[in-house]
């Protein structure tokens, strides 16, 4: 399915970045992954969370604020 391949896709980019990067990268869902278990005291569940990290997380360097807002969505949706 197209959900499957997205997924496969989202993977392969993630297994490209250095080392550094993922090891980073793993620590900090683990921290969002520990905020959206509390999503009852602080009201940040996983949606707010990727609102609020997707486009700090997903974006490419030469990205200026109107294709960083047109993207949005789909940063929020890999984070």
Do not use: C, W
Not at 9 to 14: F, P
Not at 22 to 44: C, P, S, W
């Amino acid at each position: 399915s197209n959900v499957d391949a997205k997924k496969g896709y989202t993977r392969h980019l993630v297994r490209s970045i250095p080392k550094l990067n993922r090891v980073t990268l793993k620590y900090l869902i683990q921290f969002l992954r520990k905020v959206d278990a509390h999503k009852g005291e602080n009201n940040m569940a996983i949606h707010n969370l990727a609102t609020v990290f997707g486009p700090n997380l997903v974006r490419s360097k030469n990205e200026t604020m109107f294709s960083m807002a047109a993207a949005t969505a789909q940063a929020n949706s890999v984070v």
